[in-house]
């Protein structure tokens, strides 16, 4: 028997993904508010023990010198004579900017001699070697 009824349509079963974007976007920008960003040297140094070693608070100029005497400064490398025009822009724009020279334990003495020059002679007025704390 034939009745003609018309027939029920089926809905499809779906997620909604509007609702879902919403919540990425916000956990997104929830993280990202949250995060801290630090600047680093891009290069991994193994840095010496000292039993005086503190943390300094404000951001300061990040220089690294690795075991094979390179230097580098925002995850680029550098060589004396680009390093304190890097230093000279970077002190354009703040003066007050302190340097830490974060040198491998197994660094040249004459590597970090010269990066300690080339930031006097760009004039930053304050200079400090980073050390691991014991």
Not at 24 to 52: C, H, M, N, W, Y
Request: proline residues 3%.
């Amino acid at each position: 028997m034939n009745f003609n009824l018309p027939r029920r349509k089926r809905k499809e079963v779906g997620v909604e993904m509007g609702p879902l974007m919403d919540i990425v976007f916000i956990l997104l920008i929830f993280f990202v508010v949250t995060s801290s960003f630090t600047r680093e040297t891009g290069v991994d140094v193994t840095k010496p023990q000292a039993q005086s070693a503190s943390q300094l608070e404000k951001e300061n100029i990040l220089i690294a010198i690795t075991r094979e005497g390179t230097i580098h400064i925002h995850e680029r490398q550098v060589d004396i004579a680009s390093l304190q025009d890097i230093l000279k822009q970077l002190l354009a724009k703040t003066p007050d900017r302190e340097a830490v020279v974060i040198a491998d334990k197994n660094a040249v003495t004459g590597t970090l001699v010269q990066v300690i020059d080339a930031c006097n002679l760009s004039g930053v007025k304050k200079i400090s070697i980073a050390a691991q704390a014991e």
